[in-house]
């Protein structure tokens, strides 16, 4: 299992940038898939970004492709998510997660198995 937390949310303005950080400890940091997920009330969590264990692989929602960038520090054993012209729409919680059930990127929210508590990121129009 392996711990999550994310940090780095808050309150911007429409066209703003924010950028989350998510700290992972336990089991073997660089050795997993990792991802950002968002929710808002009432819907499902909705994959947002992920990225294999070298980086060198990263794979986006149509959403936010463009204006999010992933990337993971494997020696601070962090995973970073820079989001850049913010909308309205990109209000949600964020989590950070990661899975040992898959060795590429996948978007279903059941193939990751351990998930942080949340950060929440709202954008003013």
């Known amino acids: 299992q392996v711990q999550l937390v994310e940090s780095g949310g808050g309150l911007v303005q429409a066209g703003g940038s924010l950028r989350l950080s998510c700290a992972a400890s336990g089991r073997t940091f660089s050795t997993v898939i990792m991802a950002w997920f968002r929710q808002t009330p009432g819907k499902e969590r909705e994959f947002v970004a992920g990225i294999n264990w070298s980086g060198g692989n990263t794979y986006y929602a149509d959403s936010v492709k463009g204006r999010f960038a992933i990337s993971r520090d494997n020696a601070k054993n962090t995973l970073y998510l820079q989001m850049n012209s913010l909308k309205p729409e990109d209000a949600a919680v964020y989590y950070c997660?990661?899975?040992?059930?898959?060795?590429?990127?996948?978007?279903?929210?059941?193939?990751?198995?351990?998930w942080g508590q949340g950060t929440q990121v709202t954008v003013s129009s």
């Open positions: 997660s990661t899975s040992s059930r898959s060795n590429r990127v996948v978007t279903y929210s059941y193939m990751y198995d351990s």
